[in-house]
């Protein structure tokens, strides 16, 4: 059974970091392009950033670009999302996604064949 479980969420105030991790039961996880997203309530899930099935290109929403990396440990089977300078506006459920045979551009628009349950960020001001 795929799963994906991501850690690292929690409080944190503004201004400050959190490095969210999302680790993957998947035999073939380098050959998945994963992404995050986030949700908060009653609104739609957001595209976040997207990263390729080799690491070699990488999408940000505009809302972070500058302030979120991602990144990638095939050996590890783990995706990464690094956040720095957040906002109370971050303050989200963040959820990890794998999808494959598409390009990472269709994790852009949302298409994912496997889904975490999700972590929850709150950034106070």
């Known amino acids: 059974q795929v799963q994906l479980v991501e850690s690292g969420g929690g409080p944190v105030q503004a201004g400050g970091s959190l490095r969210l991790s999302c680790v993957a039961t998947?035999?073939?996880?380098?050959?998945?392009?994963m992404g995050w997203f986030r949700q908060t309530p009653g609104r739609e899930r957001e595209f976040v950033t997207a990263i390729s099935w080799n690491g070699g290109e990488t999408y940000v929403a505009d809302s972070v670009l500058g302030r979120f990396t991602i990144s990638r440990d095939n050996a590890k089977n783990t995706v990464y999302l690094q956040m720095n300078s957040l906002k109370p506006e971050d303050t989200a459920v963040y959820y990890c996604?794998?999808?494959?045979?598409?390009?990472?551009?269709?994790?852009?628009?949302?298409?994912?064949?496997?889904w975490g349950q999700g972590t929850q960020v709150t950034v106070s001001s």
């Open positions: 996604a794998a999808g494959r045979l598409r390009g990472p551009q269709a994790l852009v628009r949302g298409t994912a064949d496997y």
């Open positions: 998947l035999r073939t996880f380098s050959s998945y392009d």
